[in-house]
T-cell receptor, first 115, second 115 residues
Framework: GAGVSQSPRYKVAKRGQDVALRCDPI?????LFWYQQALGQGPEFLTY????????KSGLPSDRFFAERPEGSVSTLKIQRTQQEDSAVYLC?????????????FGPGTRLTVT | AQKVTQAQTEISVVEKEDVTLDCVYE???????LFWYKQPPSGELVFLIR??????QNEISGRYSWNFQKSTSSFNFTITASQVVDSAVYFC????????????FGEGTQLTVNP
């Protein structure tokens, strides 16, 4: 079936603008994750949803970052008043089960460049 | 706290050579899960394997094999008879039940296979 999809694939924002990044998980996957990947680094956890509930947002770097998954499927990561340090690839992943024992399937990412 | 170390930043081999990618992890938990992901130039992380802490059996899948040793906290990945299509960044990741469903990634190893 279809994998995880993300849109847009590329986003250029001027510093101070708000951006919204969308993730469509694999159908039926309960868990949804957002990660941030800086150039040359491994992905770093931002936040986790189980269905519509945001169970862990400890990785969000500041209160300018906000994520939602209102109906338990599509999720949006919003960054307000973007800063240059927000430039990164934002990866979304979904998993069939609730625990870390199950593999996460990743989307292609959204590359955000803040100028 | 958990940590994953991939000491090899870059590896370059010639096609048909065998290559081993190292992964060392740190955790005090007794139940944990280890993963390997491949990130080709297209950017999408591709799941390769999952192991749990109670299963130290090595695994082979085609040209890929994994060596899990709890005594040295290592989960190394070997590609036999490497091919140009194996060129990618490879990430090792750790999941803990006690930290929810997040994965902690290493910084990755860039593998280049030259013809």
């Amino acid at each position: 079936g279809a994998g995880v999809s993300q849109s847009p694939r590329y986003k250029v924002a001027k510093r101070g603008q708000d951006v919204a990044l969308r993730c469509d998980p694999i159908s039926g996957h309960v868990s949804l994750f957002w990660y941030q990947q800086a150039l040359g680094q491994g992905p770093e956890f931002l936040t986790y949803f189980q269905n519509e509930a945001q169970l862990d947002k400890s990785g969000l770097p500041s209160d300018r970052f906000f994520a939602e998954r209102p109906e338990g499927s599509v999720s949006t990561l919003k960054i307000q008043r973007t800063q240059q340090e927000d430039s990164a690839v934002y990866l979304c992943a979904s998993s069939y089960r609730k625990t870390s024992s199950y593999e996460q399937y990743f989307g292609p990412g959204t590359r955000l460049t803040v100028t | 706290a958990q940590k994953v170390t991939q000491a090899q930043t870059e590896i370059s081999v010639v096609e048909k050579e065998d290559v081993t990618l190292d992964c060392v992890y740190e955790t005090r938990d007794t139940t944990y899960y280890l993963f390997w992901y491949k990130q080709p130039p297209s950017g999408e992380l591709v799941f390769l394997i999952r192991r749990n802490s109670f299963d130290e059996q090595n695994e082979i899948s085609g040209r890929y094999s994994w060596n899990f040793q709890k005594s040295t906290s290592s989960f190394n990945f070997t590609i036999t008879a490497s091919q140009v299509v194996d060129s990618a960044v490879y990430f090792c990741a750790l999941g803990l039940e006690t930290s929810g469903s997040r994965l902690t990634f290493g910084e990755g190893t860039q593998l280049t296979v030259n013809p």
